[in-house]
């Protein structure tokens, strides 16, 4: 990530960068033994970044806002694997690979310091701010394929939608006794509206036992 001023004046500067938004990173294993021995595995990987471009500008009052126009892009990868620990060869696996790619937009506003506002001379430099992180609908490329000890098949290739909820973080610092900086952040993002080809996604229920027993 890269800033610089561009008018002291009336405090507008430019920034731009490339940043992750999201990391997955899970692995999960679940042993049984019945009908026969056989073990499931769940893993995740890959995550969501975004290249930026943004600005700020200095408002009357001391207030200082900013914009920056973002794009969006990953690689999704969620694997469901069964194998039959009495068979070395004998195993099942899907994958669902999503690739989302869009625009959205990022607002910020902080306040001048208020700790004039304060009856005391042990906190100086309050400040409040808030930012708001719009991501629109990205287009996402989505293939799920799946493999077995007898080949692979893609059972699924095309486009679709990712929504993801819009993300609100509210936050306050200040220095106490010209020694400690103190902060804290409040963030909320409603992940219930998370729509993956506009449904909600669910656990992984791809996994078929011999005996017709869903997993």
């Avoid at 194998?83 to 306040?111: C, M, V």
Wanted: proline share 5%; glycine share 8%.
């Amino acid at each position: 990530t890269i800033a610089f001023p561009v008018s002291r004046l009336y405090g507008i500067t430019a920034s731009a960068g490339l940043v992750p938004v999201s990391n997955i990173s899970y692995e999960i294993s679940e042993s049984y033994e019945i009908p026969e021995n056989y073990e499931i595995n769940y893993t995740g990987s890959g995550g969501l970044s975004k290249a930026f471009l943004g600005t700020s500008y200095r408002l009357p009052f001391g207030l200082v806002m900013g914009a920056g126009a973002d794009y969006y892009f990953g690689n999704l990868i969620y694997k469901s694997r069964i194998d039959f620990t009495n068979s070395a060869s004998q195993f099942s696996e899907y994958e669902n690979r999503y690739n989302p790619r869009g625009f959205g937009a990022t607002f910020g506003l902080i306040s001048p310091d208020l700790s004039s506002l304060i009856d005391t001379n042990n906190v100086t430099d309050l400040k409040i701010g808030a930012v708001v992180s719009y991501f629109g609908s990205l287009e996402l490329d989505t293939i799920i394929t799946a493999r077995s000890s007898s080949g692979v098949d893609t059972i699924f290739s095309g486009d679709g939608t990712m929504e993801i909820p819009l993300r609100f973080v509210a936050g306050v610092s200040l220095v106490l006794n010209e020694k400690y900086l103190i902060s804290l952040d409040y963030a909320m993002q409603p992940w219930s509206e998370f729509l993956i080809n506009n449904t909600e996604p669910v656990s992984y229920t791809h996994l078929t036992l011999p005996t017709n027993r869903e997993v």
